[in-house]
């Protein structure tokens, strides 16, 4: 599947209307438009929920209210089957400080733990992504300075080669494949379209630069950033379909846990799976 997602708030709201059938990020930090976006939300789409905690502490106010966040999106994903719900994440904190968040999300704040996003960030290890992979059926890819999609292309695809290896690993030894997002990583999307989606804030930023000059000028220039990257995802090979649902019982982290540990990890203890 190749899914493109588009970062909002659009503004006029009424420009919002000729992405009607698309994908759309919402986020805490400015949810405007939401109601909007579950309506014209692709029904076989992704409506990504992001929590907004990079631009809390861009802002110099530290970390969200977790609690006020999810209480927003489970309201938000109670009404939109395909809404997913980015776990928020420490900025600047380390692995474990991570984990802990997701063990936080899934044991206790989100009614929804079959769509929770963890997000797996470049500088982090690949162990760190392959049990994320393991237990999460949504994982983000993000960037960081070491290896930014602007301003360091080429280390940013040499790292997504070898999450990609980490993730067939996953798959080929433990028969699952998450859906994988590239967080701002549409500009590389159709260099790297093993992946799932990605999103970018292109046409809710500069859409005004051709306001009059095209009819339905948002719906166009999305049309036009869309155009080669469904063209090379059509003529991609097609895989063989993974499973990548691990909580059949939202409420069951546990058990969900224990259905994917190798019997030499056995007695491993995991702080999320505690």
């Known amino acids: 599947m190749t899914t493109i997602i588009h970062g909002t708030p659009i503004t006029p709201r009424a420009g919002l209307e000729q992405l009607a059938g698309k ?61 997913v719900a980015v776990v928020p994440d420490v900025i600047e904190g ?25 997000v797996w960030h470049m500088n982090d290890s690949l162990e760190q992504l392959e049990r994320a992979a393991r237990l999460f059926n949504f994982i983000a890819i993000g960037s960081c300075a070491q290896f930014d999609v602007q301003r360091n292309r080429k280390a940013y695809i040499a790292r997504l080669r070898q999450a990609n290896a980490t993730l067939n690993y996953v798959a080929s030894f433990h028969g699952r494949r998450p859906w994988v997002h590239l967080m701002r990583g549409l500009a590389v999307y159709s260099a790297a379209i093993r992946f799932d989606s990605a999103d970018s804030s292109n046409v809710a930023r500069n859409h005004c630069r051709t306001k009059g000059k095209v009819e339905n000028h948002i719906g166009a220039m999305a049309a036009r950033i869309e155009g080669e990257i469904l063209a090379v995802a059509a003529a991609a090979p097609k895989e063989a379909a993974i499973a990548n649902s691990n909580f059949h019982d939202p409420k069951d982290w546990l058990a969900a846990y224990h259905s994917h540990v190798d019997e030499d990890d056995e007695g491993e203890e995991l702080a999320i799976a505690a």
């Open 94 to 118: 380390s692995e474990e400080a991570n984990w802990m968040e997701a063990a936080y999300a899934v044991r206790q704040e989100s009614r929804y733990p079959e769509r929770l996003m963890f």
């Open 23 to 83: 994908s759309f990020c919402v986020s805490f930090a400015d949810a405007r438009d939401l109601d909007a976006c579950i309506r014209l939300q692709d029904p076989k789409g992704m409506l990504m929920l992001d929590n907004g905690a990079f631009t809390h502490w861009r802002q110099g106010k530290g970390q969200i209210d977790r609690v006020a966040y999810f209480a927003w999106a489970n309201a938000a994903q109670a009404r939109c089957s395909v809404a």
